[in-house]
């Protein structure tokens, strides 16, 4: 892989070749069934990993919306665009948070892309929650994992996070970190940014003065939800703490 990934970008850096990153997005709709999904199917049979390539089609629902972190637009060059555009477009640049739930069980329905067993696989395996965490305000706090199967103790779930933030020049901060902080991250989380979670804790705080949406999938072998919460900030739960805790999951 690091060889491979080397290789990509000494030709990414090759002004000779004429080829643009959008290229990479265009005709996805006949890309992912062929290049995508069968990997999906082969993780979700053996129990293998699927946050990275749930990260990938996340980043592919992103381009569906037209529009560039800096407000500029592109076309959508697939032979599907206007399903993919009804089913995402609105999602993107509207305030509904039920609009997110929406699109992705529109895209899911579409089954000359998805077919209809990962369809089928979604109910079963996925655990999606809405947050809505108001300014200056943390969340997904006191900072939880759920990174190992330990039965009633800990569920093994892989995370992202879709942000949405209001007024949306705003922005929140999110940590992702382990024990032995092996991980140990700190974001700067802007409107419409996707955060993964691979392992570890993943607290988020909402900046003063603007409001915080979040979508969490959670996918793992077990449609439960079990966390560790870290015991240096245990204490929070606790009756009597002083310090406040916002109810947040």
């Known amino acids: 892989m690091a060889s491979y990934r080397a290789e990509l970008f000494t030709r990414f850096r090759n002004t000779a070749l004429d080829h643009r990153l959008q290229q990479i997005a265009t005709d996805g709709s006949q890309k992912l069934p062929q290049r995508w999904l069968e990997s999906v199917r082969a993780n979700l049979k053996s129990g ?50 039920d609009a997110v739930r929406t699109a992705v069980r529109t895209l899911l329905e579409i089954e000359s892309i998805f077919g209809c067993d990962l369809r089928a696989h979604t109910r079963e395996s996925l655990l999606v929650v809405e947050s809505v965490t108001p300014a200056g305000n943390w969340s997904s706090y006191p900072p939880h994992r759920h990174d190992t199967d330990d039965g009633e103790q800990q569920t093994y779930l892989e995370e992202t996070y879709y942000h949405r933030v209001s007024p949306p020049q705003g922005f929140a901060i999110q940590r992702v970190y382990t024990d032995d902080r092996s991980l140990d991250e700190t974001l700067a989380a802007y409107d419409k940014h996707v955060v993964l979670v691979p392992r570890g804790y993943h607290p988020v705080a909402a900046a003063h003065g603007y409001d915080l949406y979040y979508l969490n999938v959670m996918a793992g072998p077990r449609r439960t939800w079990h966390v560790h919460n870290e015991p240096a900030h245990e204490w929070l739960l606790q009756p009597g703490a002083s310090v406040a805790t916002d109810g947040a999951r």
Do not use: K
Request: glycine share 8%.
């Open 48 to 97: 293998a990993p699927t946050e990275c390539l749930a990260f990938a089609l996340a980043g592919w629902i992103a381009y569906l919306g037209g529009q560039d972190e800096t407000g500029r637009t592109y076309i959508i060059a697939d032979p599907l665009a206007d399903t993919l555009i009804e089913a995402v477009r609105s999602t993107l640049h509207a305030d509904a948070v």
